[in-house]
């Protein structure tokens, strides 16, 4: 399996740490899109990682793949939890979390890694995910 995923998915660890760092707290509560915060996306990449932490969890506790019942519509329902965490806290969070998954995935048994990778690749390569809603935040900063 090709591992250009661990490079890709630390730039972008490192991303959202050099964002969270540069942003005050009035920044970091700018408008993103009609309903999210800079900070709201912080704690949706924080949640959406820890998904895939629990995919790696279970998939390496039974062996094989594990495909949790979870979608998209879980932003609507999560978006009151994620304005109430303070900033800060949000960017804290995200940054924590994305390191710890960026280790798991990189420690990750290569069998099963590729099984996952092979039903969602966005599951491996977390830089997909993460650079989506970067570069949303970078376009509403720059306005």
Request: proline share 5%; aromatic share 8%; net charge negative.
């Amino acid at each position: 399996m090709d591992r250009s995923f661990v490079d890709r998915n630390r730039l972008s660890t490192e991303r959202i740490r050099r964002l969270a760092a540069r942003l005050s707290d009035g920044e970091m509560q700018t408008p993103v899109g009609e309903h999210w915060t800079v900070a709201i996306v912080f704690a949706h990449l924080a949640f959406w990682d820890r998904r895939v932490m629990y995919v790696l969890d279970m998939t390496e506790q039974d062996g094989k793949l594990f495909i949790p019942e979870i979608d998209i519509f879980v932003n609507d329902l999560s978006l009151p939890l994620w304005a109430a965490i303070p900033p800060r806290a949000a960017a804290r969070i995200a940054i924590e979390t994305a390191e710890t998954l960026d280790r798991r995935l990189e420690a990750f048994p290569p069998a099963l890694l590729e099984e996952i990778h092979a039903y969602n690749k966005r599951w491996v390569d977390r830089s997909l995910h993460r650079g989506e809603h970067l570069d949303e935040a970078d376009a509403a900063l720059a306005r």
